[in-house]
């Protein structure tokens, strides 16, 4: 178990089990990785979940808000007999 706290805290506390276990491996410890979530589980650790959030922001005057995906489309041009035509 000081093993698994130590790798855990090593990495920031973002590591899962899966990474826990990898990171056991790589060190030369051969655990299964459903022991390693046993023990994460009853040290009560637990790594961070991705979000599905977009993480782009932009400030407004009220505070933050996600920024739009897109700019607005610009103008759609085509070419005429080598001179732009807007429209």
Request: contains cysteine; glycine residues 10%.
């Amino acid at each position: 178990m000081p093993l698994i706290e130590r790798v855990f805290d090593e990495n920031f506390g973002v590591y899962g089990v899966r990474k826990v276990w990898r990171q056991l491996l790589r060190e030369g410890h051969h655990v299964a990785r459903c022991t390693v979530a046993r023990l994460m589980k009853s040290l009560g650790l637990q790594g961070v979940i991705a979000s599905l959030r977009p993480h782009q922001l932009a400030t407004v005057p009220g505070g933050w808000r996600f920024s739009t995906a897109c700019p607005a489309t610009p103008p759609r041009v085509r070419v005429q007999a080598g001179c732009a035509v807007t429209g």
